[in-house]
């Protein structure tokens, strides 16, 4: 499955979003804040951070990595992509 | 939650220098002394320190006169005025030089065994600063959930032995949540104020002192999606230059980690806000938390 799609099924799915489908999630929205369509707040950050670890053995712990990575999907798939074997 | 500090800041530099001064040269005697004038100056002139603390004595001593509740706001506002000292001696002269009586818990001990994450939930009371410090025999690295300017101020005091906490600022993109939730995965302290939210926080509103008040829900949410184990910190004043350390330890067990994480995670918060109550109803001049915490009950 292509990244970006797998990425949003499981924020989806461990994030207990309730009437969101992959398809309402774009690419380049922002994930948090105000402004994102999701509502994602600082208690789901833990729930992503914990998340990408477990699925992907993958450690975001610092605040520029955080910044860089979670500002949409298409970030998360581009800070994800060199460290997950591709298949 | 951004809240809205109602106090003043206290003091001011050469006010500081002179406090410092005298702890230095003299010790804290003639220090508590001073405090006599400086407290009655900000009480009977100052009515922003007056409306600061007036929520807070009312919800917790209902019922007084004008004159009682002026006694009662000079009272509390020299209790807080001893921490400081105590707090500034501690800065000058080392912090060895406060006496934190903490019982050793066999139960902490086996915390420190299990090397899972532990979320330490401090509160305005005391001398919190050095209760973190109290962690230090589990050699691990603590990360502080607190404001930079916060932090310096109060690192100096924290009488850290070895390696000094690392501040992670609550301010800025999540909140330094990702920073946070790393450490504890890796089996490491982070401590974090239960009673204060900063920046965006996302609060609950629960029953305080008889009064809906809005706390913090990121320590729980914290503890319960890494399945860290929660230490509950509570420092009170036991005499010059000495206080006392409680610590409630609160397991994260099958039920809470089987539980809805909404549920569980006020349920961990109501067992905090007992626990602060039930230590206020003890020391109940004690929680020196200047701020509004009621907003919007």
Known sequence: MELKRRLKELIISELKLTNVTADDISD?????????ALGLDSLDAVELVVLLQKEFGVEVG?????TAAFTSINSLAAFLAPKIPQG | MSGRKKAP??????????????????????????????????????????????????????????RGRLRLTYRYYY???????????AGILGPQKLRLDFPDDPEIRRLDGEGRGLVLITSHVGVWQRAIAVMEFMRRSVYLHLRREAASE???????????????????????????????????IVAVMGDRGYGSATCARVEFLGKSAAFPLLPYHL???????????????AGRMRFRLRAHIVRMTPELRAMDKNEARLLLLRRYV???????????????????FWAGS
């Open chain 2, 9 to 66: 800041r206290y003091g001011h530099r050469p006010g500081h220098r002179i406090f410092h001064w005298l702890i230095r040269c003299f010790g804290v005697g003639p220090a508590y002394a001073v405090l006599v004038f400086v407290i009655g100056y900000y009480v009977f002139f100052r009515p922003s320190a007056r409306r600061a603390a007036g929520e807070y004595l009312d919800l917790t001593f209902p019922g007084r006169g004008r």
């Open chain 1, 62 to 66: 610092d605040r520029a990595t955080a």
């Open chain 2, 274 to 292: 007992g626990l602060l109550e039930e230590h206020l109803r003890e020391h109940p001049l004690a929680w020196f938390n200047f701020f509004d």
């Open chain 1, 28 to 36: 380049d929205g922002p994930l948090f804040g105000a402004d994102s």
């Open chain 2, 79 to 89: 209790q807080f005025g001893l921490c400081l000292v105590d707090q500034a001696a």
């Open chain 2, 223 to 237: 503890a319960l999606t890494t399945d860290s184990d929660i230490v509950v910190f509570l420092t009170s004043r």
């Open chain 2, 154 to 188: 109060s690192m100096g005091l924290a009488g850290f032995e070895a390696a000094a906490p690392h501040v992670v600022s609550p301010d800025g993109f999540l909140g330094g949540v990702p920073e946070l939730s790393s450490a504890l995965a890796h089996g490491n």
